[in-house]
């Protein structure tokens, strides 16, 4: 296969990389309008468009000779899966996961449209998987290279195939998680989880959208345009296809669900252990608290007459209770001072102090 190219388009589409798959072989075309007139020939062929640039839907309308609403529909960057007949088209949208990096938010499209005369990709983004399809398209029988739904859902059947690998490597490491999870649960554990049933939510929801639509065509699949009679064994294989993968990837997410649980169970019981551990020294300090505290209250009457009355029937020496009477004489008088009342008279304390006498000189 020749390397790509990406030179102006005549008069058309700019820039713009073209590949063509036909009976006489897989090549890199220097523009759009040339690969339309491959096209305009009376075997089938493969049109690859990996970018179109700013030209506008008419001017690919022209060149490819397809309606307004096919042209549309293949510009669109708001894609869904889908699979749908148009007026002049059976359409197409896959994901892709290509290592380029898609607008911030929204996944990379491949964009499919089967006429009678050829099958049309867009992607605006490189997409490795379709080289490898057009590989595959080279080693098919000469006439199974002109038989469009095969070359259709061959296209398809690639696209769905290239998302394998990552389900099973996600699969993978939710096994790990799980195993690591009875040890210990570190924190970015967290992020890793719900980045992995993120991954596995969208793909289930687009894998849903998809086969619904495909089961909403599978009556009336030998009527759309492009197809053949007898595409109802390829079609049946692709859906089949479709449901195997959207129940792994429903399994997988219940595991990356329960492997969130186990998670959010052990932080709890991490939380559960420290507040038992704050509970039990606030318990051994909680009795050194009160102590503190009641001693530390300035209760100084209450606490003076409580002493007076312990110094007088308790034990002590007399020189202390004496001391704590003359205390409790001296209360009265600094309240009546305070208020500006006339103060009463003291009370003498008992029994009386005496000076000794000081001995005379001999």
Not at 181 to 204: A, K, W
Not at 240 to 248: D, I, L, N, Y
Not at 342 to 351: C, E, R
């Amino acid at each position: 296969m020749s390397s790509m190219s990406s030179t102006p388009a005549d008069n058309a589409v700019t820039p713009v990389r073209v590949w063509v798959a036909s009976p006489a072989g897989c090549r890199t075309l220097a523009s759009a309008a040339e690969a339309a007139r491959l096209a305009a020939a009376d075997s089938f062929a493969w049109i690859d468009l990996e970018e179109t640039g700013n030209a506008g839907p008419g001017q690919i309308s022209e060149i490819f000779d397809l309606g307004a609403e096919t042209i549309e529909m293949l510009r669109r960057a708001d894609q869904r899966p889908r699979f749908m007949p148009l007026a002049d088209a059976t359409y197409a949208a896959v994901p892709t996961t290509t290592p380029s990096a898609a607008p911030a938010g929204r996944p990379a499209y491949v964009c499919l449209a089967l006429t009678e005369r050829f099958l049309l990709t867009r992607h605006s983004t490189p997409c490795p998987v379709l080289a490898e399809i057009r590989d595959q398209y080279s080693s098919l029988p000469e006439d199974a290279k002109t038989d469009g739904p095969a070359v259709l859902f061959m296209v398809l059947d690639g696209l769905l195939r290239e998302k394998e690998p990552q389900v099973l490597s996600l699969g993978a490491r939710l096994t790990e998680i799980q195993v690591m999870l009875r040890t210990n649960s570190p924190p970015e554990i967290h992020d890793e989880i719900m980045g992995i049933l993120r991954t596995l939510t969208e793909l289930v929801q687009g894998l849903t959208w998809y086969g619904s639509d495909l089961n909403d065509v599978a009556g009336t699949i030998e009527q759309l345009p492009g197809m053949r009679v007898g595409v109802s064994e390829r079609f049946s294989h692709h859906c089949g296809r479709v449901s195997r993968m959207r129940e792994s990837a429903r399994d997988y997410r219940q595991q990356a669900k329960d492997a969130f649980d186990h998670y959010s169970s052990n932080a709890a019981n991490r939380q559960g252990q420290l507040i038992n551990v704050l509970t039990v020294v606030a318990a051994l300090f909680l009795p050194l608290t009160f102590l503190t505290g009641f001693f530390g209250m300035d209760f100084r009457c209450p606490r003076q007459r409580l002493e007076v009355h312990l110094g007088v029937r308790g034990a002590g020496p007399a020189a202390a209770r004496r001391q704590r009477c003359h205390h409790l004489a001296a209360v009265p008088q600094a309240a009546a001072a305070i208020r500006g009342r006339k103060p009463h008279p003291p009370v003498i304390a008992w029994p009386p102090v005496t000076a000794s006498p000081s001995p005379r000189p001999v």
